[in-house]
T-cell receptor
């Protein structure tokens, strides 16, 4: 039973560039949430996707966008990268049928460094 | 914004001792969840306690919830070096359809 997989594991980008991060949810899950975790901080909610639509969004600028595909996998795109975007980006999946409040299953994240 | 705040920020204990971490939150919740994160890895769900529950056990973990004080505690008994990690509480806020909100975590170091 495959868990949540994220790619790439590490990424180095330059200010102003664009980046795409990818996530495959745990088998059987249909909802994907993205979190940003700065060093020494807790995860901050970016947005959640269900049925290929953004359902909830945290306090992040429009430079952060996403997509969910029919197979439930998801992408996180960040445009015009800033130094402050350097963080661990975590993808978490869940099954909506269990309720919005069901426990999240996390991938190991993508470590993004912006120079 | 951070809904839950863990206390202490860091905790260092000897192997075999018990570790207690606390979480305080601000608004009414449906449930509260605890997660563990090993360095540089993803979070792993440990336990969920509903707002109508006061205590829950899972192996060496014991979680309590006091909704009148808006606080929860996580007790790890007979700690092991492998318990070294950061521990986060996450609250499911009752009002509206909001996502899980995580605190800043407690960094636990268990010294062998």
């Amino acid at each position: 039973d495959a868990g949540v997989t994220q790619s790439p594991t590490h990424l180095i980008k330059t200010r102003g560039q664009q980046v795409t991060l990818r996530c495959s949810p745990k088998s059987g899950h249909d909802t994907v949430s993205w979190y940003q975790q700065a060093l020494g901080q807790g995860p901050q909610f970016i947005f959640q996707y269900y049925e290929e639509e953004e359902r909830q969004r945290g306090n992040f600028p429009d430079r952060f966008s996403g997509h969910q595909f029919p197979n439930y996998s998801s992408e996180l795109n960040v445009n015009a990268l800033l130094l402050g975007d350097s963080a661990l980006y975590l993808c978490a999946s869940s099954l909506r049928g269990q309720g919005v409040r069901s426990p999240l299953h996390f991938g190991n994240g993508t470590r993004l460094t912006v120079t | 914004s951070q809904q839950g705040e863990e206390d202490p920020q860091a905790l260092s204990i000897q192997e075999g001792e018990n570790a207690t971490m606390n979480c305080s939150y601000k608004t009414s919740i449906n449930n509260l969840q605890w997660y563990r994160q090993n360095s540089g890895r993803g979070l792993v769900h440990l336990i969920l306690i509903r707002s109508n529950e006061r205590e829950k056990h899972s192996g060496r973990l014991r979680v309590t919830l006091d909704t009148s004080k808006k606080s929860s505690s996580l007790l790890i008994t007979a700690s092991r070096a492998a318990d070294t990690a950061s521990y986060f509480c996450a609250t499911d806020v009752r009002s509206g359809n909001t996502p899980l909100v995580f605190g800043k975590g407690t960094r636990l170091s268990v010294i062998a």
